[in-house]
């Protein structure tokens, strides 16, 4: 019954600010046993872990996007939200959002959205 669901524009400009949504059905943002993730997938590259927002509301970012990246949520709409900063067409990618689970000596994303394409093009 847990499903995430990304939605946000397609297209940004160069320099511009990325920002997407995810709304989470079936479990609650604020439940303590999970935290939430940005993901994302550049066209013929891996997967890079963007951030999350745990269910205090803490967040923790990649070292190398840091700088640009602010997650956000919206309990009563049980939705988190991403907004990069600044971006270039290297920020083209597939995004996802993902419920994380995290013991302190493990983690795993177990559920994800299915994904929405962002273009950064003039």
């Known amino acids: 019954q847990v499903q995430l669901q990304e939605s946000g524009p397609g297209l940004v400009k160069p320099s511009q600010t990325l920002s997407l949504t995810c709304t989470v059905s079936?479990?609650?943002?604020?439940?303590?046993?999970?935290?939430w993730s940005w993901i994302r997938q550049p066209p013929g590259k891996g997967l890079e872990w963007i951030g999350y927002i745990a269910y205090s509301g803490s967040t923790f970012y990649s070292p190398s996007l840091k700088s640009r990246t602010s997650i956000s949520r919206d309990t009563p709409k049980n939705q988190f939200t991403l907004q990069l900063s600044s971006v270039t067409p290297e920020d083209t990618a597939v995004y996802y959002c993902?419920?994380?689970?995290?013991?302190?000596?493990?983690?795993?994303?177990?559920?994800w959205g299915q994904g929405t394409q962002v273009t950064v093009s003039s």
């Open positions: 993902a419920r994380l689970y995290y013991s302190g000596s493990y983690y795993t994303h177990g559920y």
């Open positions: 079936g479990i609650s943002i604020t439940n303590k046993n999970y935290y």
